[in-house]
């Protein structure tokens, strides 16, 4: 393995730990919470209300997924999926905002979109339990 190789594989792992660790505390925070808020949401959408169930996979299953580096690139898949209806369902009066302190206002869920789709296209690496030669990986 060179050098370039295991740097690589080393980002790759930063990245989709990171970002599996900072979807995951939110998924926690919904399964404390409950589903309510979700449901209110996507039903306010003229979704049906099983849709916001959808959250737990997107917040808590595939940022387990993403941590262990297991069917990576589905999971990241699924992550950003979730982050386009976290973006359309909840921001979308603030696409155009600035924050008070400069930058954009989504750029928290604008960032956890592109590392999802970063993930989604690098995969894991070998640093991950699904190995670089893993099928989804």
Do not use: C
């Amino acid at each position: 393995m060179s050098r370039t190789q295991g740097t690589q594989d080393l980002g790759k792992a930063i990245l989709r730990i990171v970002l599996g660790v900072l979807i995951l505390l939110h998924g926690i925070a919904k399964l404390m919470a409950g589903p309510g808020f979700v449901i209110q949401t996507v039903t306010q959408a003229g979704l049906p209300s099983f849709v916001a169930y959808g959250v737990y996979i997107g917040e808590v299953l595939a940022p387990i997924l993403l941590i262990i580096g297991l069917w990576t690139r589905p999971a990241a898949l699924i992550v950003a999926i979730n982050m386009v209806f976290a973006l359309v369902l909840v921001h979308a009066k603030q696409f155009g905002d600035m924050a008070p302190t400069g930058g954009w206002a989504l750029e928290l869920q604008g960032m956890y979109l592109g590392a999802a789709l970063a993930v989604a296209f690098l995969g894991a690496g070998r640093l991950s339990v699904g190995g670089i030669d893993g099928k989804w990986n």
